[in-house]
Every structure is written in C-alpha cells, then in structure tokens.
Nanobody, 113 residues
Framework: QVQLVESGGGSVQPGGSLRLSCAAS????????MGWYRQAPGKQREWVAA???????NYADSVKGRFTVSRDNAERTVYLQMNSLKPEDPAVYYC???????WGQGTQVTVSS
C-alpha cells in the first residue's frame, strides 16, 4: 500500500503563492503517474494537474500558467507550486497515485484578503 502525506497548505492573499508537497511511501513511486486534485465546499473533487513518471505534465485550464507540478523521485515527493492564487482556488488539495489508487488526507488552501 502506498501512503501519501500532503503538506504546505495555508492562507494567502490573492496573488500570493504556496507550494504543496506530497510525500509518498512505497517502491512504485518512481514509476507512478501522480496527480493533484482539489475539492471546494459543496463542490465535486476536480482534477488540477498530473505528472508522469517521465516528467510529462498536464494541467486543468483553470490553473494553466499559474500552477506547476514537479517531482523528485529520490525524495519520493511530488510538488504543486501555486502562483497568482485567485479567490476561486481555495479548496482542500489532494494528491493521488494513479497506479495504486491511493489518496492523501488533503491540505487546506485558503485565499482571502
């Protein structure tokens, strides 16, 4: 079983930045496709970004150009750099291992002035 632990959430003003981390256990991390999702209150969980084992990335249109997903296989960690945060970005952010199907517990992001 793969365990995922997110961190880095917090509260920032509009236009601010946060960097989320997702630390993974398990030997399959380096070959796993990893994703970030978010869920705002009263809304369905939505996909944000993904990164393949080869580093290839994809982004939802709503975050393209503002968010960057990256990974460090040696550290078994995937990151989500979030810049130019908007009032519509607040949510609980989750990481997901596509291959194992595991989810982290989530980390809260708040954007307010």
């Amino acid at each position: 079983q793969v365990q995922l632990v997110e961190s880095g959430g917090g509260s920032v003003q509009p236009g601010g930045s946060l960097r989320l981390s997702c630390a993974a256990s398990g030997s399959i991390f380096s070959i796993s496709r990893m994703g970030w999702y978010r869920q705002a209150p009263g809304k369905q969980r939505e996909w944000v970004a993904a990164i393949g084992s080869n580093g290839l990335t994809n982004y939802a249109d709503s975050v393209k150009g503002r968010f960057t997903v990256s990974r460090d296989n040696a550290e078994r960690t995937v990151y989500l750099q979030m810049n130019s945060l908007k009032p519509e970005d607040p949510a609980v952010y989750y990481c997901n291992n596509y291959d194992s199907g595991d989810w982290g517990q989530g980390t809260q992001v708040t954007v307010s002035s």
